[in-house]
């Protein structure tokens, strides 16, 4: 059974910073799986925030274009996201995602496994 679990989530003012890990287990060949982070403000869609192919290849949405990092440390299982420079509208439970396909498309459907999320809050 696979399962992903997020941690690294908190409360911070904005500007502040915080990192993410969804450490994988029960996963075979996660190496060659696409990963991403989504996020679910309330009230709002799950929307994909970055995604990360199997070669390495990264995307992100607009929003957060040189301020979050993508990255996978397939040795260790885990996927992460540097958060920097957060912004009140960064507000929002942040998952992470897996596929068993090579590329990372920014939606939802494309995604099998699910963590349990993280909840993000900052502050202004």
């Known amino acids: 059974q696979v399962q992903l679990v997020e941690s690294g989530g908190g409360s911070v003012q904005a500007g502040g910073s915080l990192k993410l890990s969804c450490v994988a287990s029960?996963?075979?060949?996660?190496?060659?799986?696409?990963l991403a982070w989504f996020r679910q403000a309330p009230g709002k869609e799950r929307e994909a925030v970055a995604g990360i192919d199997v070669d390495g290849t990264t995307q992100y949405i607009d929003s957060v274009k040189d301020r979050f990092t993508i990255s996978r440390d397939n040795d260790k299982y885990t996927l992460y996201l540097d958060m920097n420079s957060l912004k009140p509208e960064d507000t929002a439970m942040y998952y992470c995602a897996a596929a068993r396909k090579k590329r990372a498309i920014m939606r939802a459907d494309w995604y099998g496994y699910w963590g349990q999320g993280t909840q993000v809050t900052v502050s202004s």
């Open positions: 029960g996963y075979s060949y996660y190496s060659v799986n696409a």
